[in-house]
């Protein structure tokens, strides 16, 4: 946040020399700080989920290469007018090779106190391993590497400076102001304001990485969750008092957080306690700061921004789960060393989003088929050696037959993509659902900006693999599309009497949440076109898996869930409904008390009239879908000692909603099969020319 404060400053003296620096700092912190207070005062949080790891990953490793790189010329006591600092990255390294000849006492300083740092860090760590039982004593004393380095070199710099006050021997901190002298009501206005705007998206964007990173990294390692929108006005807040008290841009800090932690501290509280040492210092020990070496204190800086740069077996383990995102990792830590820190946050997110929308757009839906599996439990090699894949491995052994679980319901279809793309094993045979019926699943949202990516491709595997129903479809050339060629004149059309025709589409919902007017409207339109694809018949569309309410709104209002009416005669005699029920609780379920007061009243009544039993008269009671339902093959040999009522999971009056791909598919054979006996469809399940 200092790299683009600083950077921000000097952009904006380069054009307005007259504005106070100071200025510059209170108004872009109390812009920032409103902006983000007012995200979290409306609970906008949730923005900061479009900040991948990626990005915040690269932001850390490129901030850190541009501030560790550019504290090298401080380090070896080259001067600025030889060396901007501020520069891109590379050319800091360039033209710090460039006057290495103007090195000075300074490096001598510098270079021995990054060494030390490193040995009592690396000391300490090894010291840690060795004696778990001092582990956090060494902890510990290995954090205060940092004020220890920096007091010996403050005090052998205080030795050889002391009577060389104007002229030191080294560069020194020099003067620090005591106290809070910058304290007022900051000077803001809209002229300054405009003069540093471009700054702005930049600064609440690090501002949130850094604060937002920390609090979810160390949530996760203490187990509690946090509130974005919370810690947005937290930081907010904090930006816009902070002016007050002459601050400037100030957000979380992954070096003090990782202290705390291990220190022990479970509450805010502890920042009190800082902030009591922190008035200490600046009012009591400003004299002891103006003999700090400024190689040293370079040395301190470098050492600690080197220890957040994304180390190589993570980027490895990035590259193991996501190549992409690693790509954008390397470009936006290229971008900030040959450029700057803004242009590298903006390169990692837009890149980003742009992966994002472009996987969302082009999401690709896979065609399903059938495969009957085997659930096996524990271990089942010898009952079925050729299960075994390493004969070199010591062979498992199955359930026995009759063991606690019905050997038929172990035995279930599942249905896998036809090409294999999801990992499953290629060597499975996964068969084709039902000559002419197609079951395709979305793999992510069916949403307005891939719906049509995902229909084109349906309906180009649909007429790549099935012939029309009526090849005299087109009664006139000019019916014929005008981008179907056809055959040629004097031709007969190649037709592939081999191949089905389109019968039903079965659609997998299970990964949609909502749909949109244009996505619905895709539908439809397919619809539509598969329609008069398989004319003088229609197309059934059954849909599994809907699991929002609105979603099944929204596809019942277009006419889906629902029998296409047959352009013949506008009925619907060809079709055989199938729905999923569920008992409504159980023996000791309310219902089934009621239900059991009830027949016994009404046994009372029989009993003195001499009707008919109460179980009889409870079935007589039951509406004709339930009776329906209970004398079906489902409940044959069910035996109840309290009869249980049943109910039908999906709605009655859309019978092409199903709760899973099993029934649906049933469904639709059902329906097909119907077509067959009526005489739509011949027995091979091919379309007839009737």
């Known amino acids: 946040m200092s790299t683009i404060l600083g950077n921000a400053i000097i952009s904006v003296q380069e054009t307005h020399p007259e504005t106070p620096k100071v200025a510059i700092?209170?108004?872009?912190?109390?812009?920032?700080?409103?902006?983000?207070?007012f995200l979290g005062f409306f609970r906008l949080g949730w923005i900061v989920e479009f900040l991948s790891l990626a990005s915040i990953c690269a932001y850390i490793t490129g901030s850190a290469f541009n501030i560790g790189i550019g504290q090298i010329p401080a380090l070896l006591g080259i001067s600025s007018k030889y060396v901007n600092n501020r520069a891109p990255t590379y050319q800091v390294v360039i033209h710090t090779l460039q006057n290495l000849k103007h090195t000075k006492l300074d490096a001598a300083l510098g270079l021995t106190s990054l060494l030390m740092l490193y040995v009592i860090k690396y000391t300490f760590t090894y010291l840690a391993k060795k004696q778990p039982h001092r582990?956090?004593?060494?902890?510990?004393?290995?954090?205060?590497r940092t004020i220890f380095v920096v007091l010996l070199y403050t005090l052998i710099s205080w030795l050889v400076?002391?009577?060389?006050?104007?002229?030191?021997?080294f560069q020194i901190l020099g003067s620090v102001p005591r106290g809070f002298t910058a304290a007022g009501v900051p000077h803001v206005t809209t002229d300054i304001i405009s003069q540093f705007a471009g700054d702005i998206p930049v600064t609440v964007i690090v501002l949130l990485i850094e604060h937002i990173s920390i609090a979810k990294s160390f949530g996760r390692i203490n187990n509690y969750v946090i509130n974005p929108s919370q810690e947005m006005i937290a930081i907010g807040v904090t930006n816009l008092l902070g002016p007050f008290l002459g601050a400037y841009p100030a957000t979380g800090s992954f070096s003090r957080t990782a202290i705390k932690a291990k220190a022990g501290v479970r509450t805010p509280l502890a920042g009190v306690f800082s902030s009591i040492v922190v008035l200490l210092a600046i009012y009591a020990l400003t004299a002891?700061?103006?003999?700090?070496?400024?190689?040293?204190?370079s040395g301190v800086i470098i050492h600690a921004v080197f220890d957040l740069i994304t180390p190589a077996n993570t980027v490895y383990q990035f590259w193991r789960i996501s190549p992409l995102e690693v790509l954008i990792f390397l470009a936006g830590v290229f971008v900030t060393v040959f450029s700057s820190i803004e242009n590298g946050v903006y390169t990692t997110i837009c890149v980003s989003v742009a992966l994002l929308l472009y996987r969302v757009v082009k999401a690709q839906g896979r065609f399903l088929g059938r495969v009957k599996i085997h659930s096996v439990a524990g271990h089942a090699t010898d009952s079925h050696p050729e299960l075994a894949l390493d004969k070199s491995q010591p062979q498992v052994h199955s359930r026995p037959a009759g063991d606690d679980v019905d050997d038929a319901a172990s035995i279930r279809n599942i249905y896998l993509p036809l090409d294999h793309r999801d990992g499953s094993n290629p060597e499975i045979d996964v068969q084709r659902p039902y000559p002419g019926v197609f079951m395709f699943r979305f793999s992510e949202g069916y949403n307005y900006p891939n719906a049509s990516h995902y229909t084109d491709y349906l309906v180009a595997t649909i007429f790549r693999e099935t012939r029309r129903t009526d090849p005299r479809t087109f009664a006139r050339p000019g019916d014929r599309p005008?981008?179907?060629?056809?055959?040629?004149?004097?031709?007969?059309?190649?037709?592939?009497?081999?191949?089905?025709t389109l019968k039903a589409v079965v659609l997998d919902f299970s990964s949609v949440n909502?749909?949109?007017?244009?996505?619905?409207?895709?539908?439809?339109?397919v619809r539509n076109q598969l329609d008069r694809y398989t004319t003088p018949e229609t197309v059934d569309w059954h849909i599994a898996c809907v699991n929002n309410?609105?979603?099944?709104?929204?596809?019942?209002?277009?006419?889906?869930?629902?029998?296409?009416?047959?352009?013949?005669?506008g009925g619907f005699h060809r079709w055989k409904p199938l729905y999923s029920v569920a008992e409504m609780g159980g023996s000791n379920s309310a219902a089934a008390a009621a239900e059991h007061d009830y027949n016994r009243r009404r046994t009372s009544k029989d009993v003195e009239a001499g009707s008919s039993s109460s179980s009889d008269v409870a079935q007589k009671d039951r509406p004709e879908f339930e009776r329906e339902i209970r004398g079906s093959k489902a409940y044959e040999g069910a035996t109840h000692n309290v009869q249980s009522r049943v109910a039908v999971v999906q709605g009655l009056n859309r019978p092409y909603f199903h709760v899973d791909l099993t029934s649906a598919l049933q469904n639709a054979i059902d329906c097909i099969q119907a077509k067959e006996r009526y005489g739509g469809f011949d027995k091979k399940g091919y379309g007839t020319d009737a």
């Open 135 to 144: 582990q956090k004593l060494y902890f510990f004393i290995n954090t205060l």
């Open 161 to 169: 400076n002391r009577h060389h006050r104007k002229n030191p021997k």
């Open 514 to 525: 909502n749909v949109d007017i244009t996505s619905v409207q895709n539908l439809i339109d």
């Open 288 to 297: 002891v700061f103006f003999y700090i070496p400024n190689s040293a204190l």
């Open 549 to 569: 309410r609105w979603t099944k709104r929204a596809l019942a209002s277009a006419g889906f869930g629902y029998p296409t009416p047959s352009s013949q005669d």
């Open 482 to 500: 005008w981008n179907d060629p056809g055959p040629r004149k004097g031709q007969e059309e190649n037709i592939d009497w081999n191949k089905p």
């Open 25 to 37: 700092a209170e108004s872009l912190s109390i812009i920032a700080g409103a902006i983000i207070a």
